[in-house]
């Protein structure tokens, strides 16, 4: 279990692993939240007592009393479901406007990112990504081109209108050539922005400084990373990632803080595998699993609805993720899931290109020419959903999990064991 200051909480498979729920439990004993990438295309579901939230932006921390949430500058910030999401939080949570901060240097997120994002798939024909549709891509291309807008920069309202006119006409252009029927109007675009300018500048802070400030007044913070390792722009399964860096490297960067702040990465894994979109997925289940365990696990995007595809747990997965994020502990979610299957499977190296791989490879056609090699465990038939500590768990459950930190090399620090915030266990050592 952490008891650093500053922690950081990864996705450490394709996203989806639970990790608003690991935040939503750990947010307990953290006074600041903080994202640091990413933007609406991310979705947590909480349930905190019969009320059920779905979060694309906001840390799930805001459904603690207290805790202050912030969005850092590597976020791409759409204001519109930020405002429609904090005006359903505000129903539940009167206070959460006064508890939210947005970076000034977040990249704004516009709908015309939305109509790119949907034109560029559409021309990718047989090689789409499978991306969510949010825009998500598109706005950090505007960043890195620098020619993004800020947050910052609706503070001066002409200037902000100049850049909104001139960005129209450019996506204009760019849809043209994407064969998109779509056009942006630019005095719509400059009418809804303003609309909203004056609610988002008062939420506007320098998030680097206020963990700063925060953490030297012995304060705890968490980085919350959206998305997954293997969806990270420069480690994942690329071209079929997101469009930032997921991985803990990116924390620092996405709020404002140097790498020496960090005290613990926390990885969160399932206890199983899912992956929403195209690319590789070297242990999907065969049918009939794969539909069974993605009914009992609920496995449908919390943005999309998407069905995810399901499989084995993914040691040489979790392994490279431990690797490229640095873990110091692991959470594993959703074990009720594998609650009754006779026999366990995880994949502990794969063969591929006529040779044998321990390591995640790089190249995308050695990946997906990949076959696992699994080892085999027996399952359990005990409910595991209401165990609460490490010793309420059968003894086939602790082999798994002690195997699944042997082929990583990280500690479990927690088990999720169901969607409630008190269905979970932290593991003492
Ligand atoms: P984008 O981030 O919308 O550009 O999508 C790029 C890829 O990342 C697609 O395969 C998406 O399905 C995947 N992706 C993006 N956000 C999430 C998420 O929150 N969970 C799981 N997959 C995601």
Known sequence: MSNGSCVV?????????GKGKIVDVLAEEIDIVARYQGGANAGHTVHVGDDEFILHQIPSGILHPDRTCLLGNGVVFDPFQFFEELDEIRAKVPDAEQR????????????????LDRAAEASRGAGK?????????PA?????ARQGIRVADLRDAERAE???RRAAERINRKLESLDSAEKVDADLLVRDVMGVRERLLKLTVDTGRVIQDALNAGKRVLLEGAQGALLDVDHGTYPY??????????????VGIGPTMIDDVVGVVKAYTTRVGEGPLPTEFPSPLQEEIREKGGEFGATTGRPRRCGWFDAVVVRYAALVNGLTGLAVTKLDVLDGLEELKIATRYQAGGGTLDDFPGDLAL?????????????????????????????????????????TGVPIWYVSVGTRRDQIIHVKR
């Not at 909480?9 to 692993?17: A, L, M, P, R, Y």
């Not at 020419?369 to 459950?397: I, V």
């Open 129 to 137: 990504i499978g991306t969510t549709g949010r825009g998500i891509g």
């Open 241 to 254: 990632v997101t469009s930032s860096n997921t991985t803990a490297g990116g924390a620092g960067l996405g």
């Open 9 to 17: 909480i990864v996705g450490s498979q394709w996203g989806d692993e």
């Open 162 to 164: 100049q850049l909104l």
């Open 100 to 115: 939210v901060g947005v970076s000034g240097r977040a990249h704004l997120l516009l709908y015309y990112h939305k109509l």
């Open 367 to 407: 990946l997906e020419d990949a076959k696992p090699e699994y080892e085999s465990l027996p399952g359990w038939s005990e409910k595991t959903s209401e165990a609460r500590r490490w010793e309420d768990l059968p003894e086939a459950a602790h082999r798994y999990l002690r195997r699944l930190e042997e082929l």
């Open 140 to 144: 950090y291309e505007d960043k890195v």
